[in-house]
């Protein structure tokens, strides 16, 4: 943790670490690879477990809304870090 | 647990698992670099807003332990086991937001065990203080342990090398961010334990044949329609008078049990302790409990699913044995779940089993770091010194609970025995703490006598109850909620009769730790005034108070 005011820009990205971010990201990736498994991968013996229910299909489409809406939220309200008293900037 | 449970995972799968660990060291890493003082480390730096803390609040307590055991309860006691969530939890996470976190924020303390002490000084605080490190290294082991045998069963790794895996990747994170990175991934953890489970839950009541389909089967298996509502709960408690088992889930499980637990639980707190402002913290457990009261549709609901759908739980049911329960919900994932969503539900157990652990580790390291060893061995140590000190805790932590990962392997029962027994601190603590706040006559020596007889009282009402020597006839659940009263009781009376004949101490030294001692101010959030009413916790409290009370009378 020694030099790092030589690079300011870095230094503000990490003050401004979001969690929300790093959740959207992941559930989305999840999204999109069952859909993706839906689309490619599912056998009639995956949709026989489930009664027919094609299950990587709607849970894709389920996870990928809740990524969207919450990166949406994270990009409306920006995490504000209030200026730390040993900062100088 | 055998080989009929080995799930077949596929590329898919083992891919979404690994996309779940990096995005953990990666929170883990970018927690690090806001890490530069100890406070940092231990306490995130009293820094962060009230959702992230009260949803933490929620994964904390979203372990092994609560997962596999609650949806253990569900299959086998049906609807009873919501009381856990209703009439435990959630009226005691209230409480301790509004009347008891205001002591804790408002004295600035570090941890629970610092409050005892500076509020009982060192007698009650070693007792304390000890005790609570010991569990958490306890329980965290038994964490790792449920962990590795999950990985084991369902992926084909050996113990040893699930036990080893999972243990570094918790040691990583936590030993690099502290409770911030613990604490983000809470809340990733969270989520990626909805995403699991909730399909999970929605599969199997449309192969059950929805609602209706789930009440009727579970009216025609063994347990009859009984399992269907909440009250009185016989089955549970396993009192035979209905209105001793409505007592004994009121008082010993609604009373005595979860608010010893929530309250005074340096696991839980310290996630409020790590808010940003009275009202955040305050905030903490009530945004914790909206959460909280959902949490058994998709814990207890697919267990009831279970043992109903899965052939190897209902036969064993209807014939009247002892089935898997534990083993519920790891069977319906293996009936229900195609490859795909099969990955996320992995990857959603191995979440909940991995918060849990973080959660006991980072708690173990500030009251090992600030109240033992900094209070009692290396008094005046420069800052970095104790963010060291905390990181080593972390790494020894660790180690020791993989060695009591391996105990659990091979004696199982001594790991209930001794979680049982732990679970009979909260009881007279609780009753210690609220008694200490609002009564300052209470003296030092008071509160570790009651400590001590308090909890001896529930170690001995549980030997002599069915569990080991069956003298008195009493078993299971309805045995705690009994040793806990009788703790709380014998707490109680020991400290009010021994503060008569004790001194107490100087009124003016119990500024901020007793109620009538305490300016009102320092217990109001500064901005109070210009607050929303979402950020009020009174108000929000109310809201989840109806709402919990209205769900108890839906399924009454």
Redesign the interface.
């Known amino acids: 943790?020694s030099d790092?005011k030589t690079t300011p820009p870095a230094t503000k990205t990490?003050?401004a670490?979001d969690?929300r971010t790093?959740?959207a990201?992941?559930?989305g990736?999840?999204g999109v690879?069952?859909l993706l498994?839906?689309f490619f991968?599912?056998?009639e013996e995956?949709?026989a477990?489930?009664?027919g229910?094609n299950?990587?299909l709607?849970?894709g489409l389920?996870?990928l809304a809740?990524a969207i809406a919450f990166q949406a939220w994270a990009m409306l309200r920006p995490v504000r870090v209030p200026p730390r008293p040993d900062d100088d900037g | 647990m055998d080989e009929a449970l080995r799930l077949d995972a596929n590329w898919v799968d083992y891919l979404l698992v690994a996309l779940y660990f990096a995005f953990v060291l990666g929170i883990g890493l970018a927690a690090r670099r806001q890490v530069s003082t100890s406070l940092d480390f231990f306490l995130s730096g009293r820094s962060l807003p009230a959702w992230v803390t009260g949803l933490a609040f929620v994964s904390a307590n979203l372990g092994a332990v609560e997962i596999v055991g609650m949806s253990a309860n569900g299959a086998n006691y049906g609807i009873a086991t919501m009381h856990y969530f209703w009439v435990g939890a959630v009226p005691a996470m209230l409480f301790l937001a509004i009347v008891m976190m205001p002591f804790y924020y408002g004295s600035k303390v570090r941890s629970v065990p610092e409050f005892m002490r500076r509020r009982f000084g060192t007698g009650a605080h070693l007792v304390n203080a000890i005790s609570f490190a010991v569990a958490q290294l306890l329980i965290a082991g038994i964490n790792l342990f449920l962990l590795a045998t999950v990985v084991e069963v369902l992926l084909g790794w050996s113990l040893i090398v699930s036990l080893v895996v999972a243990a570094l990747v918790v040691l990583t994170y936590t030993a690099l961010g502290g409770l911030s990175a613990a604490i983000y991934n809470e809340v990733l953890q969270f989520f990626v334990i909805v995403a699991a489970l909730l399909p999970l839950t929605l599969v199997g009541l449309h192969k059950v044949g929805g609602w209706d389909g789930l009440t009727a089967a579970v009216s025609d298996s063994p347990g009859g329609a009984e399992q269907l509502s909440s009250w009185p709960g016989t089955a549970l408690t396993g009192f035979d008078s209905p209105v001793l088992s409505v007592i004994g889930i009121v008082l010993g499980l609604g009373f005595v049990l979860s608010f010893g637990y929530w309250t005074t639980n340096f696991v839980e707190v310290q996630r409020a302790m790590a808010a940003d402002s009275m009202a955040s913290a305050q905030s903490t457990p009530v945004i914790g409990a909206f959460p909280k009261m959902f949490v058994p549709f998709i814990v207890v609901i697919p267990g009831m699913i279970a043992a109903v759908l899965v052939q190897e739980i209902a036969t064993e049911k209807a014939a009247g044995g002892e089935p898997a329960y534990n083993d519920s919900i790891l069977y319906l994932i293996r009936d229900l779940l195609p490859n795909g969503m099969l990955g996320v539900a992995i990857a959603g157990l191995l979440a909940s089993f991995m918060a849990g652990m973080a959660a006991n580790i980072s708690a173990f390291n500030t009251v090992f770091s600030y109240d033992l060893w900094q209070q009692y061995v290396k008094k005046d140590e420069p800052d970095e010194y104790y963010t060291r000190v905390g990181r080593l805790a972390t790494v020894g932590a660790t180690v020791i609970a993989i060695g009591t990962a391996g105990i659990a392997s091979s004696y199982s029962n001594i790991m209930d025995y001794l979680q049982t027994l732990f679970g009979f601190f909260n009881a007279p603590l609780f009753a210690t703490f609220i008694l200490g706040m609002f009564w300052k006559r209470m003296t030092a020596t008071a509160g570790w006598v009651g400590l001590v007889a308090g909890t001896a009282s529930a170690i001995g009402i549980w030997v002599l109850s069915g569990d080991v020597l069956g003298v008195v006839p009493l078993a299971g659940q309805g045995a705690a909620f009994v040793a806990a009263g009788v703790a709380f009781a014998v707490d109680i009376v020991v400290s009010v009769a021994v503060s008569m004949v004790t001194r107490p101490r100087e009124y003016a030294e119990l500024k901020g730790l007793v109620w009538s001692e305490t300016p009102r101010e320092t217990f109001r959030d500064e901005n109070a005034e210009v607050l929303p009413w979402f950020r009020q916790p009174t108000k929000l409290a109310g809201i989840a108070l109806v709402m919990v009370i209205a769900l108890n009378l839906l399924f009454l």
């Open positions: 943790m790092k990490a003050r670490f969690v790093f959740i990201a992941l559930i990736l999840y690879i069952l498994t839906a991968g599912t056998s995956d949709l477990k489930a009664d229910l299950v990587n709607w849970t389920g996870l809740f």
